[in-house]
């Protein structure tokens, strides 16, 4: 189970940012094949931007959107407002989901990176999803962002930040193609597909830059920073050197792609 000290974003800033999200996202759902009429899961629904496109697509059809955070599902409770019951927001653990054979299939986006053990992740959806119920999901993969990683990691290892970092661990699993196919098969999934694409993102400026890592990449490393004193250093330093880097304010993206279906 997430730690529930380490579940909440800030979904106003997330909703306004999340213009690259949204982008990657809605080509996860223009691979869709819909009838008009399924029951789908958006599991990590954040704000609900991403929900919203896929409940345009299900005339006939009901979205289950889960999320661990309280604030997202508030904002996403309003983003939504206009579907009325064609969509139900369910706070909850994607570890454990309570559902069982109930989905025609399930939508992700941008939420798996966060879930550190896939293989119990894989039979959670596993479980929720009918026979010949399908999967099509992207999370952060194979080397997401590694050298904004290895800067924060630097700093995080240098005075004055280090006494605050002791033990701390990422709080992402970025699995490449191979591996997370192979959790797929084992937790049962067939027909599947894996692939790894670049997503080089460039912020428009330094302000930008700030809010965006802050808030959405490295939210709980700055959690573990005791003052805003502090909190603005660490970004201060970042900043800076995402300032110097070709084009400057860039951010490197890796995107992993997953497909799967449950047997009929
Ligand atoms: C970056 S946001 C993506 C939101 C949306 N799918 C999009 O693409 O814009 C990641 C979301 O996953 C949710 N999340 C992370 N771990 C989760 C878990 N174990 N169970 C349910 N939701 C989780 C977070 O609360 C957050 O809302």
């Not at 380490?6 to 080509?27: C, D, I, T």
């Not at 789908?40 to 009901?62: Q, Y």
């Not at 900043?239 to 799967?260: K, T, V």
Request: charged share 25%; proline share 5%.
């Amino acid at each position: 189970m997430t730690d529930s000290r380490h579940r909440e974003w800030n979904s106003a800033v997330y909703h306004r940012l999340s213009a690259p999200q949204v982008s990657w996202g809605k080509k996860v759902l223009s691979r869709l094949r819909l009838r008009g009429d399924e029951l789908v899961l958006d599991a990590g629904c954040g704000t609900g931007r991403l929900t919203a496109d896929l409940l345009e697509s299900l005339p006939r059809g009901r979205v289950i959107a889960v999320d661990l955070s309280e604030n997202m599902l508030r904002s996403a409770s309003e983003h939504l407002s206009k579907y009325g019951c064609q969509v139900r927001l369910v706070a909850c653990d994607l570890l454990h989901l309570p559902f069982e054979r109930a989905f025609d299939g399930i939508v992700s986006t941008a939420a798996f990176h966060w879930v550190l053990d896939h293989d119990r992740l894989f039979a959670s959806l596993r479980y929720a999803l009918v026979p010949g119920g399908w999967l099509e999901a992207q999370c952060g993969g194979g080397p997401n962002l590694k050298r904004l990683r290895e800067r924060a990691d630097a700093l995080a290892a240098t005075p004055p930040f280090h006494q605050f970092f002791a033990g701390f661990q990422e709080p992402w699993l970025y699995q490449n193609a191979a591996d997370a196919a192979e959790s797929l098969r084992r937790e049962g999934f067939v027909a599947v597909e894996t692939s790894i694409e670049p997503a080089m993102t460039i912020l428009d400026n330094a302000e930008q830059y700030n809010e965006f890592v802050r808030n959405i990449i490295l939210r709980r490393h700055l959690e573990n920073l005791p003052s805003e004193e502090l909190r603005a250093q660490f970004m201060t330093a970042l900043n800076e050197q995402a300032g110097s880097d070709d084009p400057p304010f860039s951010l490197d993206y890796w995107r992993l792609n997953l497909r799967g279906r449950v047997p009929e």
